[in-house]
Nanobody
Framework: QVQLLESGGGLVQPGGSLRLSCAASGSISSIDAMGWYRQAPGKERELVAT???????NYADSIKGRFTVSRDNAGKTLYLQMNSLKPEDTAVYFC??????????WGQGTQVTVSS
């Protein structure tokens, strides 16, 4: 059992920066990988970035070069540093944690709005 809580969302101007955080609790040692997903109104949830227990990262093409995903050494907190934000980045951002082959956990999401 893993619980996830996102924070750090808000309103930012185009070209600005924002850092999202995800605090994990529960059976943290069971987590193999963590990541960020986002969902805009009327659209399906999409992958933003992932990071494995060993630190291997993967990014969606749409944010590559602008966003950076990271974890603290204990694996309790996941971060997403978002730079050069665009209006199309506006979405609810969800923290995700995976355990084994089948189990996935989700946070409640944090709203990111990019607008002038």
């Amino acid at each position: 059992q893993v619980q996830l809580l996102e924070s750090g969302g808000g309103l930012v101007q185009p070209g600005g920066s924002l850092r999202l955080s995800c605090a994990a609790s529960g059976s943290i040692s069971s987590i193999d990988a963590m990541g960020w997903y986002r969902q805009a109104p009327g659209k399906e949830r999409e992958l933003v970035a992932t990071i494995t227990r060993s630190g291997i990262t993967n990014y969606a093409d749409s944010i590559k070069g602008r966003f950076t995903v990271s974890r603290d050494n204990a694996g309790k907190t996941l971060y997403l540093q978002m730079n050069s934000l665009k209006p199309e980045d506006t979405a609810v951002y969800f923290c995700n944690a995976g355990s084994g082959f089948y189990t996935k956990y989700w946070g409640q999401g944090t709203q990111v709005t990019v607008s002038s």
